[in-house]
């Protein structure tokens, strides 16, 4: 058992490190794009890696990027694992902002602690308001949640930029002629504490206990269960008498939640007020996006997702950095960003053959044991 | 087993938090030392946020040629020398951006993009001896080390309204824009305005792509403007590069902004606004030179030359109108004309 | 006004954009298609879009040969097919998120390769309106039928052909039963992966030519992001059409006509926020869904690898 134990271990490492070596190869791809442009790899990937662990300030704006990363992932979770693909998490977190930052604005003489609970939980309504409809349209109407969520990711767009330059806008910046499409700054009252000198806030810390707390719903609960059941197969969680359409509604609604209070947490813990250049990403900065890409990092597992939303983070942060410091194009960063993804989701095969080894190992070993059997089939980055 | 890995990672993500919220106390003293006064000798130094690439024909082409042109009037980059972040796009980016830039002793760091400005609120404060600028706004939150400078755009929109006014036969004008806020709704203001001062009776219609890249959807908007008879077009934006194809097709005249656009279809831009931000930029670095380091406001105007109509030479425009387009260029600079937006 | 709106031009003016606006769907709507229906989930179009789309530009303006253009843009179009085949069918990567990895790719490729060949926006001529003889005089019809470019003429007699390939032709049964069943099909000697290789590398192309659409016929010119999330609603008009080449391009013409309805709209000056105008075939497409008939399920292997057990 002992030597079972260690070797498992081993091999448990080696797959938990296997993305980081995919990703050290992309940079090596990387590298030679570098060279071909004139620039120092070595001198482009130190600044990388400054930029995103080089000091105290440089891993704050990692955390700070990888806080609503994090959450859309915790989110992707849960849609992904009850086989719901949400891909609407750029209009979830708007939608969420959105009502975060109205609350926020609404009840000025609030004390700031209760107006920074509403606002959160009000993100967190609207996130799951955006996600609820593509998940009622596509239990009762048979509506795609792909197409739902690409779509209503334009329409918050839209709904952003209407309410940010009417309704919504900054009352000083409407006076002048010059219109910016922003809120007005909220109260210094309600704005996330600092954890440290640097720009990390409470967020952070938010995401990583709700990252606990996704994991104890989807593995400890009956809601988790039923989610994860009918990812699985809807045929036989019907028969098991699982209300499937509720399901649905429920995995997509808590998927645009955490989407949502992304959002929120931009608003009231970075920018202190909601601003965009007018498109999705000018205020999501794609977290919404790239919060799939790491969720499926960590394997769609709720703690993993925070080691794979930090180096994630880093590598976006590190990224811009080095564009600054070599004066490379930023293409070039997209293009970095898109080898890292298809190497990390490509190294996945070994980490499912070793797994599947490991499995007829203990299947070998100690049969009986169905729980073993019950954590690796959820462990199963398949949505 | 299957716990002791997840119990593995959840220890090592808290300790990397906690590493964060630990030793940081120490503020970076990086900004203290380079800033020392070192006269002479040294370049003068810029950093630059720009929010879409430096190509675009667009906003921050202009900004890009406004920098070129000073270092090449200023003998080159041993005098002058200058490193920009294209594409910042997300706002969050460009703050850490900033930050950065902030703490290598720039002397200047410019944020050129409005959305900047809450971000360069809480940066500016913490680095005192670094100047900043931001645009396009007035805005200088009263800080002492930021510049805020805009783009009087709303005048040139009017010139290009008065001679879009006097060419149009059909007296139905389109405009092409991207979202209805900021410069580009100065810009629509001021064409406006200019085209009702020529002609009362002549109409405007303006359509919104809601974005500012969707190249296709900005050409069909052309092409929708051509079809319900407009015959003279204008826009804003880097999208419009399709919209300007659609124009040269049909032959209907251009007026284009922000940058020399008439490369693009030299057979139907009739003329373009071009920012010269160098103008304003150059005032910032005198004062920044003489110790001031913020705390004023600029505009490029048609005024102070930071605003120019350019003639596209290959478009046939007629003496006539092309006076009338200098004499209002005249009017608007000595104040004759003012250009009365309604706002809303 | 509101009652402007309703005319003959605009009328002729809806249709006539609404069919020019359609084409890049229709061909990277088609292509993904066949994916799908072989099981595979590419949501890297747009980035093969982008990559299509500088090729053609790049070829077109520097030889000034069109067909030559058009065709190297579906080389590299197959080529970023091949790579993403490789990927999901020998690699067995998750679908959507390898997608994703190529959009990023290409998004930042063919603005890289822009910035180094070419360096600043121009424009080149394109593929030219062709003007059928006598049938495009027709008042309206003409207009709207038989004065497009070329392209736009091969977008739509894809769609018979495509419906032809998958539903009257060997080849279109094995496509559907890898979709459906990969392990009966497989048991009954239809190689899994080289359907699928061939559905991705079609899908490549497709998407190629889509992008080519843009940069050498409807706009003629080359920009960084100019698909501007293109491709990805091309996806979801996908599932919109229901799997079917004619649901696809239902789909297709519905969201571009409703597109130019609401140019129409704010071009004749009624009086509603741009931003809802621009919402509007967004709304639509979910909203014709919600009140049709929906019969046809998604293909059953859609989005899983295949891997033979043994």
Sequence with gaps: ?383 | MKKFGLFLALVLSLLLVLAACGPAATPEPAAEEPAAEEPAAEPFRVAVILPSAINDYAFSQSMYDGLVAIQEEMGGPDNFEFVYSENMFVVDDAAAALRDYASQGFDLVIAHGSQYGSSLQEIAPDFPDVSFAWGTTVDTFGQPNIFAYEAASDEGGYVNGVLAATISTSKIIGLVMPIETGDAKLYVDGFTAGVAATDPNATVSVTYTGSFSDTALAAEAASTHIAAGTDVLSGTSQMVVGAIGKAEEAGVPWFASDANQAPLAPSVIVDSQVYHWEVILKQMIDLINAGTLGGQSFAINLANGGEVIEYNPDYPLPADVKALGDSTVQGIIDGSITISTTAE | ?310
């Design chain 1, 1 to 383: 058992m002992t030597k079972l134990f260690r070797s498992e271990w081993a091999s448990r490492v080696i797959d938990a490190l296997l993305p980081v070596f995919a990703a050290l190869a992309a940079l090596l791809v990387g590298a030679v794009m570098l060279w071909l442009l004139k620039a120092n790899p070595m001198q482009a990937y130190g600044a990388l890696w400054d930029g995103a662990f080089g000091s105290a300030n440089a891993f704050a704006e990692t955390l700070v990027k990888a806080t609503p990363l994090l959450l859309v992932a915790l989110g992707i979770c849960i849609s992904f694992r009850g086989d719901v693909i949400n891909i609407g998490g750029e209009g979830q977190m708007i939608v969420g902002a959105l009502a975060a930052t109205w609350v926020g604005l609404a009840f000025t003489n609030w004390p700031g602690w209760l107006v920074i609970t509403l606002s959160l939980l009000a993100g967190f309504a609207g996130g799951a308001l955006w996600g609820g409809i593509a998940g009622y349209l596509k239990a009762y109407f048979k509506v795609n949640e792909i197409l739902s969520t690409v779509m209503m990711n334009a329409i918050a767009v839209q709904l952003m930029n209407f309410l940010l330059r009417g309704p919504m806008i900054d009352p000083d910046f409407a006076e002048r002629s010059a219109k910016i499409p922003e809120s007005a700054r909220l109260p210094d009252a309600f704005q996330l504490p600092r954890l440290a000198p640097t720009r990390l806030h409470l967020g952070i810390l938010i995401a990583v206990v709700l990252a606990f707390v996704v994991y104890f719903l989807l593995w400890r609960t009956t809601l988790g269960y039923r989610i994860r059941a009918v990812g699985q197969n809807v045929f036989a969680s019907r028969y098991a008498g699982i209300k499937v359409s509720r399901y649905i509604v429920t995995a997509l609604l808590l998927s645009g939640a955490f989407a949502g209070l992304a959002g929120a947490i931009q608003v009231f813990g970075v920018n202190y007020r909601m601003i965009t250049d007018g498109s999705a990403t000018g205020f999501t900065g794609s977290a919404g996006f790239n919060g799939i890409v790491a969720a499926l990092f960590g394997q769609l597992h709720p703690l993993l997702s925070i080691p794979a939303s930090i180096l994630f983070g880093a590598l976006l942060v590190g990224a811009n950095s080095m564009q600054r410091v070599v004066q490379v194009p930023s293409a070039l960063v997209t293009v970095l960003n898109g080898v890292v993804v298809v190497f990390v989701v490509s190294s996945e095969i070994w980490r499912r053959r070793r797994q599947r080894q490991r499995l007829a190992a203990a299947g070998a070993q100690a049969e009986a044991k169905s729980e073993t059997d019950e954590n690796l089939r959820t462990t199963e980055a398949q949505p």
């Design chain 3, 1 to 310: 006004m509101i009652e402007n709106l309703f005319s003959l031009t605009v009328l002729v003016g809806i249709l006539a954009s609404g069919i020019r606006l359609a084409t890049p769907y229709l061909f990277a709507a088609i292509g993904e298609t066949f994916g799908q229906r072989s099981g595979v989930l590419n949501l890297g179009v747009e980035g093969q879009m982008l990559l299509g789309a500088f090729a053609a530009f790049y070829v077109a303006i520097t030889t000034g040969n069109l067909w030559l253009a058009l065709l190297v843009a579906l080389i590299v179009g197959a080529l970023m097919g091949l790579a993403m085949a490789f990927v999901t069918v020998n690699l067995h990567a998750q679908q959507g998120i390898s997608g994703i990895g190529f959009y990023l790719f290409g998004l930042g490729l063919s603005d890289l390769l822009f910035q180094k060949m070419l360096g600043t926006v121009e424009t080149v001529n394109g593929f030219p309106k062709i003007h059928i003889p006598v049938l495009s005089d027709i008042p309206g019809i003409g207009e709207i039928f038989f004065s497009q470019n070329v392209l736009v003429y091969i977008a739509f007699a894809l769609v018979p052909i495509a419906w032809f390939v998958l539903n009257k032709t060997t080849l279109g049964l094995k496509i559907r039963a890898v979709g459906e069943n990969p392990d009966a099909a497989d048991s009954l000697g239809v190689s899994v992966a080289r359907v699928r290789y061939f559905t991705i590398i079609l899908g490549g192309t497709l998407s190629g030519m889509a992008g080519a659409s843009l940069s050498i016929a409807l706009l003629n010119v080359f920009q960084q992001n100019m698909t501007s999330g293109l491709g990805f609603i091309a996806v979801a008009l996908v599932y919109f059409g229901a799997w079917s080449p004619w649901g696809v391009m239902a789909g297709s013409l519905l969201f571009s006509l409703v597109n130019s309805l609401q140019l129409w709209i704010q071009v004749k000056g009624v009086a509603i926020p741009s931003e809802i105008a621009v919402m509007m075939p967004y709304v639509l497409t979910i909203l014709v869904l919600v009140v049709t008939v929906k019969r046809v399920r998604a293909p059953a292997a859609l989005t899983r690898p295949f891997e033979r057990e043994s």
